[in-house]
C-alpha cells in the first residue's frame, strides 16, 4: 500500500516534471512578466527614498529593499530570450539592440548588480547618508546607464527613478 503511494506521488512528480520542461513561454507572458519584475525595482527604490527623506520609519526594511532589488537584477539574464523583441508584435520597451549587442547588454547586468550589491552592503551598516549616495549611483549607473540604450520607451515614468 505504502509503495502504491509512493509510485503514485513518483508518477506524478514525472507528470509536471514533463510538462513543466514541455512548456514554452510564451512572448507576451515572458514580456508581461519582466515589466512586473522592473516594476518591482522601481518600487522598491521609491521605498527606500521615502525612508530616507523620512517620510517614513522603517529605517531596517533598506537592507530587504535592497536585496530584492540585488535578487532582481539576477533575472535578467533569464528574461530576455531572443523574440521577446520588437519584432514579436507585443508591445515592449525593449530595443532590438539587446539581441543586436548581447555582450554590452550582459556587462550593463554584470555592472547594475555591483552597483545593487554595494547598496545591499552599505544598507547593512545602517549609514543613511551612504545610503543616499548609493541610491544615486544605482539610478544613474544600473538603471538609467542600461535604459538609456536598450529600452525605449516604457509604459512607466521612469522620471521618478531617482538618481541624485
Ligand atoms: C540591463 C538593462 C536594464 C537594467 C539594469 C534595468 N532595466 Fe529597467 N528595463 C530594461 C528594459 C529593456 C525594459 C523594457 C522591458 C519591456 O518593456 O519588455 C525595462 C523596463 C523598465 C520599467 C518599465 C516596466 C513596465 O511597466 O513596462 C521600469 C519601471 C524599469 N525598467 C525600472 C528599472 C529600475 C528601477 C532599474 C534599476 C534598479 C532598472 N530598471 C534596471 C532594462 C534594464
Known amino acids: ?23 514554452q ?11 512586473k519584475v522592473m516594476q518591482g525595482n522601481v518600487a522598491h527604490l521609491i521605498a527606500i ?7 517614513v520609519g522603517h529605517v531596517d526594511h533598506i537592507v530587504s529593499h535592497a536585496e530584492s532589488i540585488a535578487g532582481s537584477l539576477d533575472m535578467l539574464s533569464d528574461i530576455f530570450p531572443a523574440g521577446t523583441g ?11 539592440k539587446i539581441w543586436e549587442d548581447p555582450d554590452s ?35 544613474r549607473n544600473a538603471c538609467r546607464a542600461c535604459h538609456l540604450d ?4 516604457v509604459s512607466y515614468n521612469l522620471q521618478t527613478v531617482p538618481t541624485e
Do not use: C, H, W
Request: glycine share 10%.
Open 1 to 23: 500500500m505504502a509503495r502504491m503511494a509512493m509510485n503514485a506521488a513518483l508518477m506524478m512528480f514525472l507528470m509536471f516534471g514533463a510538462v513543466a520542461g514541455q512548456a
Open 25 to 35: 513561454d510564451s512572448a507576451e507572458a515572458t514580456i508581461q512578466y519582466r515589466q
Open 49 to 55: 527614498v521615502s525612508i530616507i527623506k523620512g517620510d
Open 86 to 96: 520588437p519584432s514579436s508584435g507585443v508591445p515592449t520597451g525593449a530595443l532590438a
Open 105 to 139: 547588454f550582459e556587462q550593463l547586468i554584470k555592472d547594475a548588480k555591483a552597483e545593487a550589491d554595494k547598496l545591499v552592503e552599505v544598507a547593512a551598516t545602517g549609514d543613511i547618508e551612504a545610503v543616499r549616495e548609493q541610491i544615486g549611483s544605482v539610478g
Open 150 to 153: 536598450f529600452a525605449g520607451k
